[in-house]
C-alpha cells in the first residue's frame, strides 16, 4: 500500500514567492495532519482535519499560512508570502479517527524541504 | 561556529548492547502514548505503542514501558542495531491532542 504522499519533495524559492505543497493521505484514513519541523523548534503541529474540516489550526504561525482539504485524498500547505524564516521540513501525516479526534497512530510522508531565499 | 537550536539528548551504545531511551510526559490525562523513529532525511516511522491501562508492552526487539505514577514512558532497544541510528519521539495523546516531545538521538557504534 502507499503511505502518505507529499510533493514537491524539495522545493527552493525566492522570499514573497507563493509556495504551495501538497499532500496525499493513506486511503481511508480520515484524520489529515500537517507539521512543520526545524532545528530550533523541532516538530511543530500546525493544522489538522477531520473528515476534511479543519479542527485545530492554532499551530499555523500566520495569516501567510492557509491549508485546504478539498477532499478525503488530497491536501494542501500555502505560504504566501514566503519568507526565509520559513524553511524547514513541512511533513504531512494521516491517522483513522472518530469525529473530531486527533487519531491514533499517525502516519507520516517523507516531507517537504523548504528553502526560501 | 556555533549552532544554535535544539540540543537533543543524545545515546551512544555499541553495537549489540541494550538501549534505553527516555521520555517524560506532561499530561496525566494522556491515555495513549507512541514512539516513532526519525532517520536522517526521513519523516517519523511509529515504532510501538502503548496505552494507559498497561504498563509495559513488548514488539519484535523494543519493549515500551509506562510508569503514569511518574508520568515516565521508555523505550527499551534490544540488541541494537546499526539500522536503529535515528531520532526516537515520544508522543502523548488525550483526546484531540497530540504532543510530541524534542526527541533522542541514538548513535549506535559499529
Known amino acids: 500500500d502507499a503511505g502518505v504522499i507529499q510533493s514537491p519533495r524539495h522545493e527552493v524559492t525566492e522570499m514573497g514567492q507563493e509556495v504551495t505543497l501538497r499532500c496525499k493521505p493513506i486511503s481511508g484514513h480520515n484524520s489529515l495532519f500537517w507539521y512543520r519541523q526545524t532545528m530550533m523548534r523541532g516538530l511543530e503541529l500546525l493544522i489538522y482535519?477531520?473528515?476534511?474540516?479543519?479542527?485545530?489550526d492554532s499551530g499555523m504561525p500566520e495569516d501567510r499560512f492557509s491549508a485546504k482539504m478539498p477532499n478525503a485524498s488530497f491536501s494542501t500547505l500555502k505560504i504566501q508570502p514566503s519568507e526565509p524564516r520559513d524553511s524547514a521540513v513541512y511533513f504531512c501525516?494521516?491517522?483513522?479517527?472518530?469525529?473530531?479526534?486527533?487519531?491514533?497512530?499517525?502516519?507520516f510522508g517523507p516531507g517537504t524541504r523548504l528553502l526560501v531565499l | 561556529g556555533e549552532s544554535v537550536g535544539l540540543h537533543l539528548p543524545t545515546l551512544s551504545v555499541q553495537e549489540g548492547d541494550n538501549s534505553i531511551i527516555n521520555c517524560a510526559y506532561s499530561n496525566s490525562a494522556s491515555d495513549y502514548f507512541i514512539w516513532y523513529k526519525q532517520e536522517s532525511g526521513k519523516g517519523p516511522q511509529f515504532i510501538i505503542d502503548?496505552?494507559?491501562?498497561?504498563d509495559k508492552r513488548q514488539g519484535q526487539r523494543v519493549t515500551v514501558l509506562l510508569n503514569k505514577t511518574v508520568k515516565h514512558l521508555s523505550l527499551q532497544i534490544a540488541a541494537t542495531q546499526p539500522g536503529d541510528s535515528a531520532v526516537y519521539f515520544c508522543a502523548e495523546i488525550h483526546g484531540n491532542q497530540f504532543y510530541f516531545g524534542t526527541g533522542t538521538s541514538l548513535t549506535v557504534i559499529p
Open positions: 501525516a494521516s491517522s483513522w479517527a472518530h469525529s473530531g479526534g486527533a487519531g491514533e497512530t499517525q502516519y
Open positions: 502503548i496505552r494507559s491501562n498497561m
Open positions: 482535519f477531520n473528515n476534511n474540516v479543519p479542527i485545530d
